[in-house]
T-cell receptor
């Protein structure tokens, strides 16, 4: 069975600080995909990134970066120089094989950036 | 403006009512999904439609009945719900070519349902 654990329920940081959101996953599949989604107060989930299990290269996109480590089954997300607009709930998710038809989500981390 | 539109945004219904949630996607996708988001619980996949065919029913009670008349529209018909069904219901869509790499899922803003 697949499982995604986001141990941090809520995090608050002062604006411009760096913050890392943790994600640990469990799966028996050798091929899988990992995702991060952002849910702002408006409700919709906004796709941030997808990584496949064969690509362990870290990725950077602007102020966002992701650290994928198969050895520890973790896919952590770091926001550098946080901004108030980063305040949202962030979800880590896992899907088997190729599709996202069976996305397994974590419980989310509510991030609050204090001005 | 989101490519996935859900209506209504908020719904309050009694346990004996019948209502429907609507989802429309303008992205040319061929797979659509219903998710349930309850407080302090992970998002739960409810139904998946691929090419208008239901391919996944994640042990959802029969009081929830999905309908997918075409690849752009998805409905969730509700009847005799319980208060514990109160949640945010999210619709999503993606491109699926049945065996190769699918696109990521795009989500709507959800319908906040309250059952009284």
């Amino acid at each position: 069975a697949q499982k995604v654990t986001q141990a941090q329920t809520e995090i608050s940081v002062v604006e411009k600080e760096d913050v890392t959101l943790d994600c640990v996953y469990e799966t028996r599949d050798t091929t899988y995909y990992l995702f991060w989604y952002k849910q702002p107060p408006s409700g919709e989930l906004v796709f941030l990134i997808r990584r496949n299990s064969f690509d362990e290269q870290n990725e950077i996109s602007g102020r966002y970066s992701w650290n994928f480590q198969k050895s520890t089954s973790s896919f952590n997300f770091t926001i550098t120089a946080s901004q108030v607009v980063d305040s949202a709930v962030y979800f880590c998710a896992l899907s088997e094989n190729f599709g996202n038809e069976k996305l397994t989500f974590g419980t989310g981390t509510r991030l609050t950036i204090i001005p | 403006e989101t490519g996935v539109t859900q209506t209504p945004r908020h719904l309050v219904m009694g346990m004996t009512n019948k209502k429907s949630l609507k989802c429309e996607q303008h992205l040319g996708h061929n797979a659509m999904y219903w998710y349930k988001q309850s407080a302090k619980k992970p998002l739960e996949l409810m139904f998946v439609y691929n090419f208008k065919e239901q391919t996944e029913n994640n042990s959802v009670p029969s009081r929830f009945s999905p309908e997918c008349p075409n690849s752009s529209h998805l409905f969730l018909h509700l009847h005799t719900l319980q208060p514990e069904d109160s949640a945010l219901y999210l619709c999503a869509s993606s491109h699926s070519d049945r065996g190769s790499l699918n696109t990521e899922a795009f989500f709507g803003q959800g319908t906040r349902l309250t059952v009284v």
